[in-house]
């Protein structure tokens, strides 16, 4: 009975130590009180690389202006934490271990609890900041939840590296982290098992949803040039509290629920949650939440939907939703032409919800129903923040998903 209160009072501690830490986390990075300053940054990004790739200044420039920040250096390897200064939109300040040392994965093996060095899960739970690359072609099948420390950067450039087959990523009460080029698919439930979240402790992981990306109470988070596919929760889902961020450049496909932005109606510090979704692929398999929104901010701009079966954008808890510039290419089933999806709401109460669409392309019967300030004519007269033309899609996610990057040469 002693061991059983010891291990009680424990786990207790590391509760409490983690609502403190979340506590601290997004007392020290606030919401942004304005968040269309931070649309307005992104449109001018945007045109600054599309006049730039006009003018010829970048030979291999596309008008994405994350890619063009670093793919034009034929030395990208020798300059790696450059990419930490591209970011664009709300998760703009994640620098993930910009500051660190570079630390190579050589050893594709896992030990959830002891991991040794060489390995992925070793680099990721240091306390200091990493930027980590690999050493070659790779397939990690993980057998727990990977936990990462914060400033954290997992890097897949150069190399082909799939995280398939077993639980995967987990952002967890964390800040400053940037997921780049990595291939996840696959991923399994975890748990009912002990996890090392850090060099000087490991506890007890109770069954995980198996999502390819989880970020929990995580903040300043960056998901880029990925592919994501067929896991058994979300590909990326964001929950209770997590907030600046911004998923970008990723592929995603064969999937059911692909992302879920909010915990749920009841959990209000969701109000806080701010999210650019940009430059995406929604390509063919997915059925239905790219996203799912609740309580906050949502920028979804310059995306691809090229396939949905039920719908592409929905929400519930009145989420603002901004979508601007994104391509929208409806199913054949008449059914399910609606971009859009007020969920567990009557329309006396979704009607107020600012729901918005500026310069989306329309294809095969697609429709966007707005609502709240974004349905209003006077609202649509007075914004300035005129998207890219939707025409750009192809050009700015046509390298969508991980990148087949080599040493010495344009990635």
Not at 1 to 9: I, P, Q, S
Not at 214 to 237: A, K, M, P, R
Not at 308 to 334: C, H, K, V
Request: net charge neutral; hydrophobic share 35%; glycine share 10%.
């Amino acid at each position: 009975m002693a061991v059983l209160h010891r291990l009680a009072l424990r786990i207790l501690a590391l509760v409490l130590l983690h609502i403190a830490t979340t506590a601290s986390a997004l007392a020290a990075h606030p919401a942004v009180r304005d968040p269309e300053s931070v649309v307005r940054e992104v449109h001018e990004s945007i045109a600054n690389a599309t006049a730039r790739r006009n003018l010829g200044f970048l030979s291999c420039g596309t008008g994405n202006p994350i890619d063009d920040c670093w793919r034009c250096d034929s030395n990208w390897e020798k300059n790696r934490q450059r990419l930490a200064d591209c970011a664009i939109g709300f998760g703009k300040h994640a620098i993930g271990g910009r500051d660190g040392d570079i630390y190579v994965v050589t050893d594709s093996s896992d030990d959830p609890v002891n991991p040794k060095p060489g390995t992925l899960r070793y680099a990721v739970i240091r306390d200091e900041p990493l930027w980590i690359v690999f050493a070659r072609d790779m397939v990690i099948k993980l057998k727990e939840e990977l936990m990462l420390n914060s400033f954290k950067t997992i890097d897949g450039r150069g190399a082909s590296v799939h995280i398939a087959g077993g639980p995967c990523i987990t952002i967890q009460f964390v800040t400053n982290i940037i997921v780049h080029g990595l291939n996840i698919h696959d991923c399994k439930q975890g748990g009912n098992a002990y996890v090392r979240d850090s060099p000087e402790h490991y506890g007890w992981r109770t069954v995980s949803d198996g999502d390819g990306v989880s970020i929990f109470g995580g903040s300043h988070v960056w998901v880029d040039h990925c592919s994501l596919s067929n896991c058994n929760d979300g590909l990326v889902d964001a929950i209770h509290g997590s907030t600046a961020i911004t998923i970008s450049n990723n592929y995603l496909t064969h999937h059911n629920k692909v992302m879920l932005l909010g915990h749920s109606d009841s959990y209000t510090q969701d109000k806080n949650m701010q999210v650019t979704i940009a430059f995406n692929h929604f390509g063919e398999g997915l059925v239905q939440r790219m996203p799912r929104c609740r309580h906050g901010y949502f920028h979804v701009v310059n995306n691809d939907y090229t396939h949905w079966e039920m719908y592409a954008i929905g929400g519930s808890a009145a989420p603002t939703i901004n979508s601007q510039g994104n391509r929208f290419l409806a199913p054949d089933d008449e059914f399910n032409k609606e971009v859009t999806k007020h969920e567990d709401a009557p329309q006396s109460q979704w009607k107020n919800w600012n729901w918005r669409s500026e310069g989306d392309l329309l294809l095969n019967g697609a429709f966007f129903t707005t609502s709240g300030a974004g349905s209003s004519s006077s609202y649509a007269k007075a914004s300035s923040l005129g998207a890219r033309p939707s025409s750009l899609v192809s050009s700015l996610t046509g390298n969508a998903g991980a990148l087949t990057c080599r040493m010495g040469k344009k990635c």
